[in-house]
């Protein structure tokens, strides 16, 4: 009695799927990796904010560009802050002017009270790195993982791209900026 043996079948089917799952699974693990190596640490914020305080030009203009999203709306304001000798005297939003130092508004005949209703403090670059700073707080406080990058000036620190997206919603905050400095009138 002669046994047959039936035809071993190769099974590269299986070699096929194996390779399958280690490429989804790279799918998943990079942008997961990439994500969590660009969120912006309390420590970046601080040492930005140090080279600022070391490298702070006096005069200078910032231009930048605020789009907020929320779930049914976008809003984008641009503005423009001009700072001379450490302090904010003139901001625009929008091409309205919302701030103007007393001192320029009555050189220029404008009547101070109608344009210096604003804190100018709550411009400039010292208020975008407490503006970042309270939204981290924030996030830290109320237990989120939001997103949150920043992309700071090398030299002096500025931060010139912001991002903040809240964790499980629509709501998200992008700056772009660009700081021009000036050169001192003389």
Same mark, same amino acid.
């Given at each position: 009695?002669?046994?047959?043996?039936?035809?071993?079948?190769?099974?590269?089917?299986?070699?096929?799927?194996?390779?399958?799952?280690?490429?989804?699974?790279?799918?998943?693990?990079?942008?997961?990796?990439?994500? #969590?190596?660009?969120?912006?640490?309390?420590?970046?914020?601080?040492?930005?904010?140090?080279?600022?305080?070391?490298?702070?030009?006096?005069?200078?203009?910032?231009?930048? #560009?605020?789009?907020?999203?929320?779930?049914?709306?976008?809003?984008?304001?641009?503005? #423009?802050?001009?700072?001379?000798?450490?302090?904010?005297?003139?901001?625009?939003?929008?091409?309205?002017?919302?701030?103007?130092?007393?001192?320029?508004?009555?050189?220029?005949?404008?009547?101070? #009270?109608?344009?210096?209703?604003?804190?100018?403090?709550?411009?400039?670059?010292?208020?975008?790195?407490?503006?970042?700073?309270?939204?981290?707080?924030?996030?830290?406080?109320?237990?989120?993982?939001?997103?949150?990058?920043?992309?700071?000036?090398?030299?002096?620190?500025?931060?010139?791209?912001?991002?903040?997206?809240?964790?499980?919603t629509k709501e998200r905050v992008e700056?772009?900026?660009?700081?021009?400095?000036?050169?001192?009138?003389?």
């Open positions: 009695m002669t046994a047959t043996l039936s035809p071993r079948r190769p099974r590269r089917w299986i070699g096929f799927f194996i390779i399958l799952a280690v490429l989804a699974a790279i799918a998943i693990v990079v942008p997961l990796v990439y994500n #969590l190596s660009i969120q912006l640490r309390p420590e970046q914020l601080t040492e930005a904010r140090q080279r600022w305080q070391e490298h702070a030009p006096p005069d200078y203009d910032l231009e930048y #560009l605020v789009r907020t999203t929320h779930p049914n709306q976008e809003e984008e304001r641009a503005y #423009l802050v001009q700072v001379r000798e450490g302090r904010v005297v003139l901001v625009v939003c929008n091409s309205d002017v919302i701030y103007l130092d007393p001192a320029l508004a009555f050189a220029a005949g404008l009547s101070v #009270l109608a344009l210096s209703s604003e804190n100018p403090d709550q411009y400039g670059v010292p208020a975008l790195f407490e503006a970042i700073e309270t939204t981290l707080r924030q996030d830290e406080a109320a237990g989120r993982r939001s997103f949150a990058t920043a992309q700071f000036d090398p030299k002096d620190g500025h931060p010139f791209h912001y991002v903040h997206r809240v964790r499980g700056w772009n900026i660009q700081l021009i400095r000036k050169s001192p009138h003389r």
